[in-house]
């Protein structure tokens, strides 16, 4: 990196994105690179790693907005926030945990119709207990 930081295609390069992601990340406000007299975007060590946090935070599952959000608030507020998405985050490993012993159960289920199977109606339907069999 030069003195003046990294022209886009290098600043892309760097964080694996193409470059109008961070044209995009600089529209909705979220990035703010140094402009060089030329008129170009200069991505100095700092704006890199916002660009690395806005990347963390979106393989997190938060969306720009609640990015943008996340940077504007106040540190309390701020907890509130990442505790809702660390919420969503453990609702969505739990959903994915049952949907992984269904698949893992099924691979090996003899019964032709889930109905018919205490485990398979257990795992479709976790509100009931396991060995209870569907009402015809």
Known sequence: MTDNGQRIGDAAATLAVATHVLRHWEDVG???????????????DQTIGQARMIQICQQAGLSLAEIKDLARRDRGK???????????????????RLADRFLAHIA?????????????????????PVGRRAAR
């Open 78 to 96: 701020r907890i509130d926030l990442i505790e809702d998405k660390r919420a969503q985050i453990a609702r969505h490993i739990s959903s994915l």
């Open 30 to 44: 979220l990035l703010r690179p140094r402009r060089l007299s030329s008129g170009h975007r200069a991505y100095d």
């Open 108 to 128: 090996h289920c003899e019964h032709p119709v889930i109905s018919e199977c205490p485990e398979c109606s257990a795992l479709t339907n976790p509100a009931r």
